[in-house]
């Protein structure tokens, strides 16, 4: 027997998955019909397809209508510039990694204070700002509410959280974050001009202080190791994010933190070619290691090294994570062996 209702789950991945009951227009005129995803077609057990499409990205016009609505509250924030701010917007997220398992996937609007930026020491401005950075960040946070308040009247506009004005319903179709902050300008960002090596100071309006954070440079890292593994990388990681959800079990891995883990699983063993289902039994026995070995386990940082991922991560969310993809890989290996395949077996989806 299953550890898994495959079924149930087959049907909360494609809910999940898909927005409108997964209808779409065929064209102007003509009627709607179902959207059926590649790994919905395959001729293999549930268990295989709930795997495959867990580690497929979410279809592409989902991820678009997300950034449609970043787009729209982007148009009413730029009402700022009339008020006097000079500001810049960047998205930051899971969506804008490609990691994002939900079609309704929020996402995140920096909206940057380009009045003044902070430097890495020990960089040293050469006009040092008069202002006061904190002060002007919460005047443009409170700017942003108020214009949002306007420009939204049926939204739930949620004005409690500490780092962003948390914006959903009336006619927005997904959850917007915006997130005051200004431009922190890293010393490989002086070196280099990239601007994923540029980061960001983050508003704690409640504590009335500032949170250095590295967003595009974290999307970079992800992008290369997704690259240099094939594009399996992120494939794990969306199915790791696709069992916490599903699990009838609260697992407390964050989805940053199952990306910085999955970042340190080496590159050979994800190269897999055409055989995905051995990336189980591969990740599998990484998170052991992982778990096992308590000196690996405390020197692994995430991809920025801006701090180790067991500082907040815990041992016991770790294990929840690997009884969840045990119990899937033992399931897997069960279905093989019944039509005589092994974890081996090539599957194009």
Not at 126 to 132: E, F, K, R
Not at 210 to 215: C, V
Not at 311 to 323: G, N, S, V, Y
Request: glycine residues 4%.
């Amino acid at each position: 027997m299953a550890n898994f209702d495959y079924s149930k789950r087959l049907d909360s991945l494609k809910k999940r998955r898909q927005e409108d009951g997964g209808l779409i227009q065929k064209s102007q005129y003509d009627t709607y019909e179902m959207l059926k995803e590649s790994y919905e077609e395959l001729k293999e057990s549930a268990t295989i397809k709930y795997v495959i499409g867990a580690m497929n990205p979410v279809d592409l016009k989902y991820t678009n209508n997300t950034i449609k609505e970043g787009e729209r509250i982007k148009n009413q924030l730029s009402k700022l510039e009339d008020n006097g701010f000079n500001v810049e917007f960047r998205y930051q997220g899971s969506v804008t990694n490609n990691t994002h398992i939900r079609a309704h996937s929020d996402i995140d609007v920096l909206t940057l204070h380009a009045g003044f930026h902070s430097l890495e020491s020990p960089q040293k401005p050469s006009y040092p700002y008069a202002g006061d950075p904190v002060k002007d960040l919460c005047e443009l946070r409170e700017e942003c509410y108020s214009i949002l308040s306007s420009a939204f009247p049926t939204a739930d506009i949620d004005n409690s959280g500490a780092k962003s004005i948390g914006l959903q319903g009336g006619s927005l179709r997904r959850k917007v974050d915006v997130v005051p902050s200004n431009w922190y300008n890293t010393n490989l960002y002086a070196q280099t001009g990239a601007e994923y090596h540029r980061g960001v100071m983050v508003l704690d309006y409640h504590n009335k202080k500032r949170l250095t954070n590295t967003p595009f440079y974290h999307n970079k890292l992800l992008d290369d190791k997704d690259l240099y593994t094939a594009a399996n990388y992120k494939k794990m990681v969306r199915l790791l994010k696709t069992l916490k959800a599903d699990s009838d079990v609260k697992i407390n891995l964050s989805s940053y933190d199952i990306a910085a883990l999955m970042y340190h699983q080496d590159n050979a063993s994800y190269l897999v070619g055409q055989s995905p289902l051995l990336l189980i039994t591969q990740s599998l026995s990484f998170l052991k290691n992982v778990y096992d070995n308590s000196e690996y386990r405390e020197g692994l940082l995430v991809p920025d090294k801006s701090r180790a991922i067991f500082e907040r991560a815990t041992l016991h969310d770790l294990k929840l994570m690997i009884l969840e993809l045990d119990n899937v890989a033992q399931d897997i290996r069960n279905d093989l062996s019944v039509s005589g395949n092994t974890i081996y077996k090539e599957i194009i989806a």
